[in-house]
């Protein structure tokens, strides 16, 4: 297959069918968050707890090597690349955690070589998670890992997971990277007002 065609059909699909976003915008300077170690990945809350701590997402987990974002996807800051359809589609998860009650499936696209945090919105710990990776795992905020290229062709990775909510909301999430933060937002079950 020749390498403009790195991305798999499946992986399109998912990408494309699950995507929104609505509103993203540069926020000002700031330090990167600290690495989070492997060990405080957070384990999948059995107790119907509202609190889940942080994540972190390794390089292995990568499903497909791109050499740019897929169609249906737009870049936040220098370094993510998020849905830009209106509402990404939600349905039960079955997950005991309130928070966690609905799941909207997209997949998340990093810049190869980045250290990506990615932070529900203030405020919303108690509602939504996140979580990419196999498997992906809610959390309330996950760390994508600097990830060394190993093809010439690949600037972007896509990792499968998505967005837990408690009710079809517009989502906020700060995204950091290089001493930057952006703040996106995604329609998760229903589109956000603009």
């Known amino acids: 297959m020749p390498t403009s065609r790195i991305l798999s059909w499946p992986l399109a699909c998912c990408l494309l069918l699950a995507s929104a976003a609505c509103t993203a ?3 000002g300077q700031e330090e990167p968050r600290p690495p989070v170690p492997a060990t405080s990945l957070a384990a999948p809350d ?4 509202s609190q889940a ?3 972190v997402v390794s390089c292995s987990s990568a499903v497909d090597k791109l050499r740019e974002p897929p169609d249906g996807y737009r870049i936040v800051g220098a370094d993510v690349a998020v849905p830009d359809r209106e509402v990404i589609e939600a349905q039960e998860s079955e997950k005991p955690d309130p928070a966690a009650r609905l799941f909207a499936k ?3 696209v990093v810049r190869v070589g980045a250290v990506v945090d990615l932070r529900v919105g203030p405020g919303w710990e108690d509602r939504a998670r996140v979580g990419w990776g196999r498997p992906a795992v809610p959390a309330v905020s996950v760390q994508v890992q600097a990830c060394a290229p190993d093809d010439d ?3 972007w ?3 499968v997971g998505g967005t837990w ?3 079809p909301t517009c989502l906020p999430l700060t995204i950091r990277s290089q001493g930057r933060t952006s703040q996106v937002r995604l329609g998760i079950g229903v589109a956000c007002d603009t």
């Open 25 to 27: 915008e540069e926020t």
């Open 46 to 49: 059995t107790t119907g707890s």
């Open 165 to 167: 909510v408690a009710q």
């Open 53 to 55: 701590g942080d994540g």
């Open 106 to 108: 997209w997949g998340l």
């Open 153 to 155: 062709q690949a600037q």
């Open 157 to 159: 990775l896509a990792f």
